[in-house]
T-cell receptor, first 114, second 114 residues
Framework: DQQVKQNSPSLSVQEGRISILNCDYT??????FLWYKKYPAEGPTFLIS?????DKNEDGRFTVFLNKSAKHLSLHIVPSQPGDSAVYFC?????????????FGKGMKLTVNP | DTGVSQDPRHKITKRGQNVTFRCDPI?????LYWYRQTLGQGPEFLTY????????KSRLLSDRFSAERPKGSFSTLEIQRTEQGDSAMYLC????????????FGPGTRLLVL
């Protein structure tokens, strides 16, 4: 079963506007969440992370929000730039449970139009 | 240090042949991970090492797969008697031992089994 879900396969936004990427998870043991960006023929590149003790983490244009009760997190990119066009993966791990592995969603393709 | 490196970047082989991939982690990282990514999916965890010890293995890692990290530095992933279903991108990541330390990915090895 898919423990990390990215239900929208794609998103298209205009340059300068906000991009909101969503992610849901089912495993209540997950306590650490990450977003990665991936270009074709490259490995995933780390963007931003958040621990379950927080509900928001911000780094420049990227902000991640965590709603533990809803088992939902989102990545906000503002302002969006054409170079942000890529596939974005949400990932989670259960560090407190002693598991180092990342569980990934299927990804969402973001297209930022000039 | 330029990050995680993987070799080869591409491999085409015939069904039934053995293949071996190499991963060199970021030099100060003592944790090393292998993931597999197929088309339309997120990366899936295969196994991970802390130094030379293999601490966790996925059920995806059948007996045809073996991973080693003999001196706690580089790692190899071998697939014996390859099958067409083994065609995928094989990703390596590394991290340090600190709590919530990010996993940084290499560029991957794309395997095609004919």
């Amino acid at each position: 079963d898919q423990q990390v879900k990215q239900n929208s396969p794609s998103l298209s936004v205009q340059e300068g506007r906000i991009s909101i990427l969503n992610c849901d998870y089912t495993n209540s043991m997950f306590d650490y969440f990450l977003w990665y960006k991936k270009y074709p023929a490259e490995g995933p590149t780390f963007l931003i992370s958040i621990s379950s003790i927080k509900d928001k983490n911000e780094d420049g244009r990227f902000t991640v929000f965590l709603n533990k009760s809803a088992k939902h997190l989102s990545l906000h990119i503002v302002p969006s730039q054409p170079g942000d066009s890529a596939v974005y993966f949400c990932a989670a791990s259960a560090l407190t449970g002693g598991s180092e592995k990342l569980v990934f969603g299927k990804g969402m393709k973001l297209t930022v139009n000039p | 240090d330029t990050g995680v490196s993987q070799d080869p970047r591409h491999k085409i082989t015939k069904r039934g042949q053995n293949v071996t991939f190499r991963c060199d982690p970021i030099s100060e990282h003592n944790r090393l991970y292998w993931y597999r990514q197929t088309l339309g999916q997120g990366p899936e965890f295969l196994t991970y090492f802390q130094n030379e010890a293999q601490l966790e293995k996925s059920r995806l890692l059948s007996d045809r797969f073996s991973a080693e990290r003999p001196k706690g530095s580089f790692s190899t992933l071998e697939i014996q008697r390859t099958e067409q279903g083994d065609s995928a991108m094989y990703l390596c990541a590394s991290s340090s031992q600190n709590w919530e330390e990010t996993q940084y990915f290499g560029p991957g090895t794309r395997l095609l089994v004919l």
